[in-house]
Nanobody, 120 residues
């Protein structure tokens, strides 16, 4: 199994920056894709950004040019640098890892979530 622990959320003013971190432990060798999702109050969870083991990245249109996802395979950690934050970025941010389990197939692991609040 894979366990994920997030850190770095908090309160920031519009236009400010925050950096989220997510450390993976457990069966980390089986992880393919890591990423960040977010869920705002009353809304469904949505993709923010993903990065593969070959460091190929993908972003939601709403964060392109403002957020950067990166991955340090040596530290088993994925980061989300968030710049030019907007009030609509306020949400609980969840780290995700997609990995394979023998005889089961693809599995999702989720972190506990970290709250990001952007004030106007």
């Amino acid at each position: 199994q894979v366990q994920l622990v997030e850190s770095g959320g908090g309160l920031v003013q519009a236009g400010g920056s925050l950096r989220l971190s997510c450390a993976a432990s457990g069966s980390i060798g089986s992880i393919n894709v890591m990423g960040w999702y977010r869920q705002a109050p009353g809304k469904q969870r949505e993709l923010v950004a993903t990065v593969t083991s070959s460091i190929s990245t993908n972003y939601a249109d709403s964060v392109k040019g403002r957020f950067t996802i990166s991955r340090d395979n040596a530290k088993n950690t994925v980061y989300l640098q968030m710049n030019s934050l907007k009030p609509e970025d306020t949400a609980v941010y969840y780290c995700n890892a997609k990995y394979r389990v023998a005889y089961v197939g693809a599995v999702d692991a989720w972190g506990q979530g970290t709250l990001v609040t952007v004030s106007s």
